[in-house]
């Protein structure tokens, strides 16, 4: 039996995908999410799906509600993890104008999936989060996000607005820029010039890896330019066939490791007064299947 719906729940996949993604920090969950969503939506009788006024809002509700339950399940799931958790990185396109298989045409990339961004939302509780997201990026009201979250509107409201305050919005830094620091840090990476490195780096910087026991990543985070500096001395000696090309990762200058064209590794930055202040590389397998189809 045809569904008078189909035409609007099928556009609603992208959303779908974008809100669960920033939810989750998981391109494969949030698919995982998406596909679930779908499944009850179908699940319903027709008499059901008849009487749902908005079926886009319904199945965001639904999303979200499924994004909650496993936030709440995901703390406990990292308890076990081997390393540090890094969100898992979605590809915008190669700079030198090829592109992988692009997810870009299903997670909308701006500030708000950059991983610095995807960082902090990962630092806040489950409540939080969807409150959040669910009303600074997707607008929806704080009556709406209280059927979701389960609290008044009032209590959404303190949530997001607790929320809100951990997002640093004070830094502005034009792309060229980062680009710029980016291609430096490279450059300085391939040619083993530690002392550029320590340059481009923040005295009070941090690196953090994510290999999830699958690859071999450093499992605490490293703290001071000089330190960061040797450690990817280190790395550039242990992995002598790895090539680096830049790219885009959630939006921005970052870059990748490659081995016989194979992504091995991707690396995203944070800057601030023109010095890099974050590292997060991500060497799990399971997190770079968007970069290797």
């Known amino acids: 039996m045809s569904d008078p719906h189909l035409a609007e729940v099928i556009s609603e996949r992208r959303q779908l995908i974008n809100l669960a993604y920033r939810l989750?920090?998981?391109?494969?969950?949030?698919?995982?999410?998406?596909?679930e969503t779908y499944t009850r939506w179908y699940a319903l009788?027709?008499?059901?799906?008849?009487?749902?006024?908005?079926?886009?809002?319904?199945?965001?509700?639904?999303a979200s509600r499924i994004c909650l339950d496993l936030l709440g399940s995901a703390r406990a799931r990292r308890e076990h993890y081997v390393g540090d958790w890094i969100p898992?990185?979605?590809?915008?396109?190669?700079?030198?104008?090829?592109?992988?298989a692009d997810p870009a045409d299903r997670v909308?990339?701006?500030?708000?999936?950059?991983?610095?961004f995807l960082v902090v939302l990962d630092s806040m509780t489950p409540a939080e989060r969807v409150s959040?997201?669910?009303?600074?990026?997707?607008?929806?009201?704080?009556?709406?996000?209280?059927?979701?979250?389960?609290?008044?509107?009032?209590a959404c409201r303190q949530l997001a607005s607790h929320a809100r305050r951990r997002i640093d919005t004070s830094r502005d830094h034009s792309s060229a820029e980062r680009e710029d620091l980016v291609r430096s840090f490279k450059?300085?990476?391939?040619?083993?010039?530690?002392?550029?490195?320590?340059?481009?780096?923040?005295?009070?910087?941090?690196?953090?890896?994510?290999?999830?026991?699958?690859?071999?990543?450093?499992?605490?985070?490293?703290?001071?330019?000089?330190?960061?500096a040797g450690a990817w001395m280190e790395i550039a000696a242990r992995a002598p066939a790895v090539t680096l090309r830049e790219c885009e990762v959630n939006g921005q200058p970052g870059l990748v490791g490659q081995v016989d064209g194979a992504t091995v590794s991707v690396y995203a930055f944070d800057v601030a007064d023109g010095r890099i202040t974050r590292i997060w590389a991500v060497r799990n397998p399971e997190k770079l299947r968007p970069w290797t189809a």
């Open 24 to 35: 989750l920090g998981s391109l494969a969950e949030a698919e995982d999410v998406t596909q």
């Open 45 to 62: 009788s027709d008499r059901q799906r008849d009487a749902v006024k908005n079926p886009g809002a319904w199945m965001t509700t639904v």
């Open 88 to 100: 898992e990185p979605v590809p915008g396109g190669w700079l030198d104008g090829s592109a992988p």
């Open 187 to 228: 450059q300085a990476w391939e040619t083993h010039d530690i002392e550029a490195l320590v340059g481009l780096l923040d005295p009070q910087a941090i690196a953090t890896a994510d290999g999830g026991g699958l690859a071999l990543a450093f499992l605490e985070p490293i703290s001071g330019a000089e330190q960061i």
């Open 108 to 116: 909308t990339l701006d500030e708000s999936v950059s991983m610095a």
């Open 132 to 154: 959040f997201v669910l009303h600074d990026i997707f607008r929806y009201t704080f009556a709406e996000i209280a059927d979701v979250v389960g609290r008044t509107p009032a």
